[in-house]
């Protein structure tokens, strides 16, 4: 069993970055392929990015691609991501998942484990 919680997010202007955390606790996070995902009001859940249990198959949306940095420290049972040039569109609730299976995956559905999430809201 994993437990997931996710921090760091808060009130940021446009063009600002974020760093948002995901602690695990548990047993097994360091062999989880790790996914953020974000969803905005009305709209569905989106695929952000994705790292393997070893840091590699680091994978992002198009939507965030070149802006975020997705990493974890398996000592530490975190992973990260860091975001930057942030854009009004980027607000939502940031969700950190774990997944037993490899590779990671786009597909929430497809993971096991995930945190309450996190609310970033981007102003102008």
């Known amino acids: 069993q994993v437990h997931l919680a996710e921090s760091g997010g808060r009130l940021v202007q446009a063009g600002g970055s974020l760093r948002l955390s995901c602690k695990a606790t548990?047993?097994?996070?360091?062999?989880?392929?790790v996914g953020w995902f974000r969803q905005a009001p009305g709209k569905e859940r989106e695929f952000v990015a994705h790292?393997?249990?070893?840091?590699?198959?680091?994978h992002y949306g198009d939507s965030v691609k070149g802006r975020f940095t997705i990493s974890r420290d398996n000592d530490e049972n975190t992973a990260f991501l860091e975001m930057s040039s942030l854009k009004l569109e980027d607000t939502a609730v940031y969700y950190c998942?774990?997944?037993?299976?490899?590779?990671?995956?786009?597909?929430?559905?497809?993971?096991?484990?995930w945190g309450q999430g996190t609310q970033v809201t981007v102003f102008s």
């Open positions: 998942m774990a997944r037993r299976a490899d590779p990671p995956s786009i597909d929430w559905l497809q993971y096991d484990y």
């Open positions: 548990g047993r097994g996070f360091n062999i989880y392929g």
């Open positions: 790292i393997a249990w070893d840091g590699g198959n680091v």
